[in-house]
């Protein structure tokens, strides 16, 4: 009974945590549709900055 108890509780905080993951990335997703990479992090840079650091 007590697994059983437990096991309802977890599913609940599972939901609850899934939920808010899930309502976390829709704002992330909107921000980033008008957003173009950094310069700075753009993969060209990227692969400069990895071979200097040879």
Known sequence: MLA?????????ERDLISER???GLVPRKRAA???AVAP?????QISLRRRSWR
């Open 4 to 12: 059983t108890f437990l096991s309802g509780i977890a599913e609940f």
């Open 21 to 23: 993951v899930k309502s």
């Open 33 to 35: 549709e008008g957003s």
């Open 40 to 44: 700075e992090n753009a993969p060209s």
